[in-house]
């Protein structure tokens, strides 16, 4: 079809677009092109991208459900973060290149190795938060685990809400209580200094404010130029990164299935990470050591931190068990 609008009797493009029922700026475009490419400008161009995705053989397959089995036997979190990080570390993996996080997800759900939660709220329905830089909100949260000989012990857990580090986390014979968790406290701001901010849940032991008393633990938060602030009642969300954490830790701790008090410390120091990161078992960049080391708390000089870590050394997550005297 030959058609040139320039020609006294000529259909006007609105008309000649219209006859043919397509739009004007189909119409512009295809005479754009047929300027370098002629009649070619009237088929299509393929819709195949530029760079096509990398296809990964069953050798990789094989190693990522592999190293998603030990992990989790191991009592690790499996997911595909997690398998991330344990390949990169692992320089002998197939192929030299480790899939995204995205790709391996994609490859466990393509051959089932995925725990479907259907009741599991999609992360998409909340608002999350984070402060921008490390010291400025610490989040504490504490929860009872009860070992094989039937002890209950309460695990206080103390994470930087930037950076998602383990600041402090410690363990104790008695129940949740306010002098427990400012012992924590202490330790932590001992060893990395005072936060801004230090947000809890409205359990008396760690905030009595809403009840209309000052505790403890408030009294000595202030005393370092720390405040302390609670969420809303019946809102754990607020407190999410540390519930989360919580669920690492119980993984780990079932997995070493600890029978008495005596070795919980020694099992806390076999567990030099971030719970609250999927992941991140690297100290100064090393692979996880497997034998079970009691691990010194290291805190980066640093305003902003960056995760995960890269030029630092951190050892993360020491937990010290200490029975208080009664």
Request: proline residues 7%; aromatic residues 8%.
């Amino acid at each position: 079809m030959n058609y040139d609008p320039t020609q006294p009797h000529a259909l006007s493009i609105i008309a000649f677009c219209r006859s043919l029922k397509i739009s004007r700026s189909v119409f512009y475009k295809i005479r754009g092109r047929a300027v370098h490419e002629a009649a070619a400008a009237l088929h299509p161009r393929s819709r195949a991208p530029n760079v096509p995705a990398r296809r990964y053989g069953q050798v990789v397959v094989n190693e990522v459900v592999k190293i998603r089995k030990q992990l989790k036997t191991d009592g690790w979190d499996y997911g595909p973060r997690s398998i991330y990080y344990e390949a990169a570390m692992d320089s002998g993996f197939p192929g030299g290149k480790v899939p995204s996080v995205a790709t391996i997800a994609r490859l466990l759900a393509s051959v089932g190795q995925v725990d479907a939660s259907p009741r599991k709220r999609p992360k998409s329905s909340y608002i999350p938060f984070v402060r921008a830089t490390a010291m400025s909100l610490w989040q504490l949260d504490a929860f009872e685990y009860r070992l094989a000989n039937g002890q209950t012990v309460t695990v206080y857990q103390l994470l930087d809400d930037a950076s998602r580090y383990d600041v402090g986390s410690d363990a104790y014979s008695r129940h949740e209580n306010s002098a427990d968790a400012k012992d924590v406290l202490e330790r932590a701001i001992a060893a990395c200094g005072a936060p801004q901010e230090v947000l809890s849940d409205n359990s008396l032991a760690f905030n009595q404010l809403r009840a209309g008393r000052i505790g403890s633990v408030e009294i000595y938060l202030a005393s370092k130029g720390t405040m302390p602030i609670s969420g809303l009642p019946g809102k754990p969300t607020t407190q999410g990164k540390n519930e989360r954490s919580h669920q690492t830790l119980i993984r780990f701790l079932d997995a070493e299935y600890l029978q008495v008090w005596g070795p919980l410390n020694i099992a806390f120091g076999s567990h030099p990470y971030c719970p609250a990161v999927p992941g991140c078992r690297s100290v100064g960049g090393q692979r996880r050591p497997t034998a079970r080391q009691d691990y010194a708390l290291t805190w980066p000089a640093c305003s902003r931190m960056s995760w995960p870590p890269v030029s630092t050394q951190i050892v993360l997550c020491t937990v010290r068990s200490t029975i208080p005297s009664a």
